[in-house]
């Protein structure tokens, strides 16, 4: 199967780093022509050195330039909201600053950016693709996560929100749902092999996921190949929800 996106413009958030910069390489060796969108310019200009692409610097965090930032990029056929922070901390421990800036850069930054870019598709008349990437935390409790796990439980039913109001335009919308992969968030909260054993303990596989596992899953559900697909939360994570 060999997926091409030439002539298509992705834009893709928090490209900066981890699976979002995975994605914005993949989509570029495809042929598409990526808006990498990200808060920290050294990153957006390491990864220019990297890939053929147009760079943008916002902070999602902030609604107004979330917005701004989509209005900048333009013609947009393809979408990736992907930029996400993790702040660990348990449940009664859990400040109101880490939960809000958790949900306004995990759930509200997509929806912003979704909206600016879907109007847009909806004017050209030729739909596109959307894929939102969540986490196998939407799904299941992970101790000392409770902001995180509450905002993918949001983000999975945004996207559903997504698919029902977008696909009568021909919008396709879908989520990846990864367990822990080795980046450097994921390296952070889990680290610790006292913490990671119990967790590669639950994944049949044995094994967490890599960049390039969420990357290749993007790709093929923002392709035509996936064109049946919309409205899916697909796991990308050895099996873990399984068990």
């Known amino acids: 199967m060999d997926i091409r996106f030439d002539g298509k413009r992705a834009l893709v958030t928090g490209a900066g780093k981890g699976i979002g910069r995975e994605i914005a390489g993949l ?18 200009d390491s990864l220019r050195a990297e890939i053929n692409c147009e ?4 902070d999602l965090a902030d609604a107004s330039a979330a917005r701004e930032a989509a209005v900048r990029a333009g ?13 660990p901390q348990p449940f ?20 912003l950016v979704t909206q600016v870019v879907a109007r847009g598709m909806i004017e050209r008349g030729k739909g596109g693709a959307i894929v939102n990437v969540s986490s196998q935390a939407s799904m ?29 335009h021909q919008i396709r919308v879908n989520a990846v749902n990864p367990t822990v992969t080795l980046t450097p968030m994921g390296e952070m909260a889990w680290g610790d092999p006292a913490k990671s054993g119990p967790m590669l303990a639950k994944i049949p596989l044995r094994r967490f996921a890599k960049p390039k596992d ?8 923002l392709s035509d190949q996936a064109d049946m697909i919309h409205g899916a939360m697909l796991p990308i994570d050895g099996g873990f929800l399984a068990t």
């Open 27 to 44: 989509l570029a060796r495809c042929g598409a022509r990526v808006i990498a969108l990200s808060r920290t310019q050294a990153d957006l």
């Open 55 to 58: 760079t943008i610097a916002a």
């Open 75 to 87: 013609r947009v056929d393809l979408l990736v909201n992907n930029a996400g922070i993790s702040i």
């Open 92 to 111: 009664l421990d859990t400040t109101v600053e880490a939960f809000d800036r958790t949900m306004a850069v995990n759930v509200r930054a997509a929806f």
């Open 140 to 168: 299941v409790a992970l101790a000392d996560h409770t902001a995180y796990c509450a905002s993918k439980g949001a983000l999975d039913q945004l996207t559903r929100m997504m698919a029902l109001e977008l696909g009568p």
């Open 214 to 221: 969420v990357a290749h899953a993007v790709a093929y559900l």
